[in-house]
């Protein structure tokens, strides 16, 4: 099947009942056309699917419930039935009881694609604190997921038409960051960026920007001095070992200067000095991406929205820019591994296609 043909199942989890979750998936889906590039699966309850459908005027949502026999219907969503009981929504309200149902649906998505009954999943957002329990003691989605596929380090991406960044260090205290930026960590995070930039954005020779911890990247070791000890030192080590690594970089001039648009991706030290000049700066609708996992998993660049939520009024696009990008990057990873399976083969056919040529011009 070709890489424009192939039509991937996308799971889609539902986040914090109370929040936007199930509003922007049901938006996301009105439009029939999504079917014509992946068929859907909603991991939640039909009854709290319904509560949302019924908030959001002129919606062309339609879904099928999965049976016990798994058949999907490819002309709508599907529904996976995570629990039975009533569950009480209460939207835009912190509670958390709600958190266990997130966790009931994240943790049915993840079991179908370790199943291989999907190929991808765009989470809707949860509420970090409602969702703790003791199968969930995670600070979001991404190092959930890495504990899931059993990966020892995962890369937290930012994605939009002009610019993607990452960071070393995501969810995490601020006074805490420092001793988190390590060596190890940031080179770590710089070969899963070169590998993924390669494999699922098809960049042959990627290039990345570096930005240093402190303002003005240390002034020489002025104002701090992980600059001088750790960043540059490694920068040097990532060069030498045949990633274009960059920096470091002063994050203010860096954005303030454009000088994103010279790279493939950069990486941030800590989440709000990255997160913060891209979605200020981003064109389009922002995705975030788990670089690094054996499968791909996308999200929207938002939270669960509690003050809009259940009012039908939230803005969707986000969430169907992440379920497009999910299907692109399933695409292009499935056409890099075809690709550049067997090399020898592949050498071995276009030499012997080489001598059929030159077997006929002689002729």
């Known amino acids: 099947m070709s890489q424009e043909l192939f039509k991937p199942v996308i799971g889609l989890s539902c986040g914090d009942l109370n929040g936007i979750g199930l509003e922007i998936i049901i938006k996301s889906l009105s439009d029939n056309r999504i079917l014509d590039v992946c068929t859907p699966i909603i ?45 009480a929504i209460h939207p835009g309200q912190l509670e958390p009881a709600v958190g266990k149902y997130a966790f009931l649906s994240l943790e049915a998505a993840v079991s179908d694609l370790k199943a291989g009954k999907i190929q991808g999943l765009v989470t809707a957002p949860i509420h970090k604190k409602t969702i703790q329990s003791d199968s969930f003691h995670y600070s979001g989605h991404t190092p959930y997921l890495r504990d899931s596929f059993q990966q020892s380090d995962v ?69 701090g001095d992980e600059e001088q000890r750790i960043i540059i030192p490694t920068i040097k080590e990532a060069k030498q070992k045949g990633i274009l690594a960059f920096g470091p970089y002063s994050a203010d001039a860096f ?65 169907l820019a992440a379920l497009y990008k999910c299907v692109d990057l399933i695409r292009e990873r499935k056409f890099f591994d075809e690709n550049h399976a067997n090399p020898m083969q592949k050498r071995s056919s276009r030499v012997l296609a080489n001598l059929e040529d030159e077997k006929v011009s002689d002729e």
């Open 155 to 223: 890369v937290m991406m930012m994605v939009a038409e002009n610019m993607r960044v990452a960071v070393v260090t995501e969810h995490i205290p601020i006074s805490e960051v420092a001793q988190h930026i390590t060596s190890e960590a940031i080179m770590g995070k710089l070969k899963i960026m070169q590998s993924s930039l390669i494999r699922d954005f098809n960049i042959n020779k990627p290039k990345i920007a570096v930005l240093g911890l402190n303002p003005h990247s240390g002034d020489e070791g002025l104002i």
């Open 255 to 319: 954005f303030a200067h454009s000088s994103y648009q010279k790279f493939d991706a950069v990486l941030a030290m800590y989440h709000d000095q990255g997160l913060i000049p891209f979605k200020s700066l981003s064109t389009g609708e922002g995705v975030n991406y788990t670089a690094g996992l054996p499968i791909v998993r996308t999200s929207p660049d938002h939270g669960t929205a509690f003050d809009i939520a259940g009012k039908g009024i939230a803005k969707y696009e986000s969430f």
């Open 43 to 87: 991991y939640a309850n039909s009854k709290c699917l319904n509560f949302y459908r019924k908030s959001i005027h002129e919606n062309n949502f339609q879904f099928s419930i999965i049976r016990e026999d798994g058949k999907l219907n490819f002309k709508q969503a599907n529904l996976q039935n995570c629990w039975e009981e009533e569950v």
